[in-house]
């Protein structure tokens, strides 16, 4: 059953909870919404309520404007709120900053799994990031969703073809195309913000694919030395976009409660 709680500023935030157990609050990125946590679901239902959110401007939930990091931040800090208990979180990509922002800013975490936050990504000289996410915003407000998301895709370096636009699903990524500024703007100059984050004190992974690009090695590496209790994990032959089969054992060891090390890798 999807829930819905109100934030600071007014917007209502929906989630929805599967399974049993502590609670795991599962936050994913770019063009993502609630139901990208379901296929998690099967491998982890057993040790975890599995709570996913529609992230401002997404599914049921709303969106006041203007938007800011810190707004999304406390949508996370309402939903946490409304959950309540102990609760872990895993973070993907752009939802992995969210993630890491939030208890840094004080957001109450029992342990943070955040998968390749994509700090140290490679700029284009010719077109920063926030040069960028200004050109994605004017091509949605100018009624262009499909061009947004194909400059979006193919700057993350997963360029779209033909056939894709056609594809059933493609209207779903279409209709978020909004919120691809917002997830731009969370990666900022995707520089580490070593001094919020070195106030987060739950444990941290930082998990990164095998076959990743370099950055996503980086980005583990420098988040790990700036949170107070840091360590790093490589998925082997996996990329941005892990297999939940790959990674759910990792979720399980690290954040399930009663483990013997939240500390191993």
């Known amino acids: 059953m999807v829930e819905h709680v109100t934030s600071s500023d007014g917007s209502s935030i929906a989630f929805e909870a599967a399974g049993s157990g502590d609670p795991l609050l599962i936050i994913g990125g770019a063009l993502s919404n609630r139901h990208a946590v379901q296929p998690y679901v099967p491998f982890l239902q057993d040790a975890f309520t599995v709570y996913g959110l529609d992230r401002r401007g997404r599914g049921e939930s709303t969106d006041t404007q203007p938007y800011a990091v810190d707004r999304e931040i406390e949508d996370i800090a309402a939903v946490v709120q409304a959950i309540g208990g102990n609760v872990a979180v895993y973070g993907h990509s752009s939802g992995a900053i969210l993630a890491l922002e939030a208890a840094a800013a004080g ?18 000289p010719d077109e920063p990031w926030d040069a960028f996410a200004q050109r994605v915003q004017q091509l949605v407000e100018n009624d ?14 997963a360029p779209t073809d033909p056939d894709m636009v056609k594809a ?27 001094e919020r984050l070195a106030r987060i004190k739950a444990p941290v992974l930082v998990v990164h694919g095998g076959n990743s690009p370099a950055w996503a090695q980086q980005s ?9 209790h840091g360590s790093t994990a490589e998925l ?9 089969a790959a990674l759910a054992p990792l979720l399980l060891e690290f954040l399930a409660p009663n483990t013997n090390s939240k500390a191993k890798h």
């Open 107 to 124: 957001v109450p975490f029992s342990g943070i799994l955040a998968y390749e936050p994509p700090y140290c990504t490679p700029q284009d």
């Open 144 to 157: 262009q969703r499909d061009q947004a998301v194909q400059a979006f895709m193919a700057h993350v370096g």
């Open 168 to 194: 059933p699903w493609w209207p779903q990524l279409t209709a978020v195309a909004h919120t691809l500024f917002y997830d731009l703007h969370i990666v900022g100059d995707a520089v580490v913000p070593q």
């Open 220 to 228: 583990a590496r420098e988040v790990a030395a700036a949170v107070q």
């Open 236 to 244: 082997e032959d996996q990329t941005h976009n892990a297999d939940p």
